[in-house]
T-cell receptor, first 115, second 115 residues
Framework: AQSVTQLGSHVSVSEGALVLLRCNYS??????LFWYVQYPNQGLQLLLK??????LVKGINGFEAEFKKSETSFHLTKPSAHMSDAAEYFC?????????????FGAGTRLAVHP | GAVVSQHPSWVICKSGTSVKIECRSL??????MFWYRQFPKQSLMLMAT?????????EQGVEKDKFLINHASLTLSTLTVTSAHPEDSSFYIC???????????FGPGTRLTVT
């Protein structure tokens, strides 16, 4: 069975500061890993995904994540937070059978950015 | 980019009535669509996987007779909440998997309130 743990349900940073959102996964097979962002009352937007190519994955809006197999982690970072980054972020895992299958989501981390 | 729409975006219904939510892939064909449920300030929980032309696969604990899913074409899946009750009030999100690229795209969600 696969699972995702996001450490920290709420993270608060100053505008311009480093953003670090933590995600650890559990999977019995090589995983696909994803980060999504959700703004209030909206669906999910894909930020980036890991599919066994480069371990450092760059996504949209300046976000990136590094897959570390030894640590079973896929933390999301952004060097400089912007007010518009305030949102809910979800880490997700999927197995590889038959392409992308169902996604298992973490509990989410709410990012607040203050001036 | 690939777009998934949901209709309606919000709906209020009386207890005991049925509500149908549509999920459409607008510019790609989706052999597989997924239905998720999200409670306030919580993560997405997969309800069922819908494959075009076949019966949906429901996750454990999801009542298939209450949440009827139909995936009659490569661009449309519907979720019908039958005999809705206040505890069915939630945010329902669908996603569609592009059969060509296996990418999964999310709809904007439907907020259901049962009074």
């Amino acid at each position: 069975a696969q699972s995702v743990t996001q450490l920290g349900s709420h993270v608060s940073v100053s505008e311009g500061a480093l953003v670090l959102l933590r995600c650890n996964y559990s999977s019995s097979v090589p995983p696909y890993l994803f980060w999504y962002v959700q703004y209030p009352n909206q669906g999910l937007q894909l930020l980036l995904k890991y599919t066994s190519a480069a371990t450092l994955v760059k996504g949209i809006n300046g976000f990136e994540a590094e897959f570390k197999k030894s640590e079973t982690s896929f933390h999301l970072t952004k060097p400089s937070a912007h007010m518009s980054d305030a949102a809910e972020y979800f880490c997700a895992v999927s197995d590889r059978a038959g392409g992308y299958n169902k996604l298992i989501f973490g509990a989410g981390t709410r990012l607040a950015v203050h001036p | 980019g690939a777009v998934v729409s949901q209709h309606p975006s919000w709906v209020i219904c009386k207890s005991g009535t049925s509500v149908k939510i549509e999920c459409r892939s607008l510019d790609f064909q989706a052999t597989t669509m997924f239905w998720y449920r999200q409670f306030p300030k919580q993560s997405l929980m997969l309800m069922a996987t819908s494959n075009e032309g076949s019966k949906a696969t429901y996750e454990q604990g999801v009542e298939k007779d209450k949440f009827l899913i139909n995936h009659a074409s490569l661009t449309l899946s519907t979720l019908t909440v039958t005999s809705a009750h206040p505890e069915d009030s939630s945010f329902y999100i669908c996603s569609a998997r592009d059969w060509g690229s296996y990418e999964q795209y999310f709809g904007p969600g439907t907020r259901l309130t049962v009074t």
